[in-house]
């Protein structure tokens, strides 16, 4: 599978990067949980969203989540949002992809599929959290 890619125009053409891989990690999870049923693997396949402002729909960011407890495959986004338990203070966070991998970039691993996908089995630490919220875009 082959997804429009444009490195040195992402500032310009973001919107249509967005809406290419939206297009490309659509189709990617049915055959992603076949293979880890037929390996019998129990992993979540994250699904990849847009966020846009209301006022400024051509401003859309990708973004996926990252659960407390879950293994996962996260699809490459421009944020991501870690959610804790509901019990838990500030359950929620949304950091920019660069802010994550600078916190937690070995627990990280990219998988060989096109679109990419991230491994992640291990939740952050209580002290890579606090890192995390001082990257936060937004906490809840």
């Known amino acids: 599978m082959?997804?429009?890619s444009a490195p040195e125009g992402r500032a310009t053409l973001g919107p249509l990067f967005n809406l290419s891989l939206y297009s490309d990690y659509k189709t990617q999870p049915e055959a992603l949980l076949a293979h880890c049923e037929a390996i019998q693997r129990d992993v979540f396949i994250a699904t990849f969203w847009l966020l846009a402002p209301k006022d400024h729909p051509q401003r859309a960011q990708s973004w996926c989540s990252w659960t407390e407890g879950v293994e996962s495959l996260l699809p490459q986004t421009d944020l991501i949002a870690f959610v804790r338990g509901p019990t838990a203070p500030e359950s929620t966070l949304l950091v920019n992809w660069s802010g994550a991998i600078a916190v937690l970039a070995e627990k990280m691993r990219q998988t060989p599929e096109d679109p990419p996908r991230i491994q992640v089995d291990e939740f952050p630490s209580?002290?890579?959290?606090?890192?995390?919220e001082k990257r936060a875009i937004v906490t809840a």
Not at 126 to 132: I, P, R
């Open 2 to 4: 082959r997804h429009f």
């Open 126 to 132: 209580a002290d890579e959290w606090a890192e995390l």
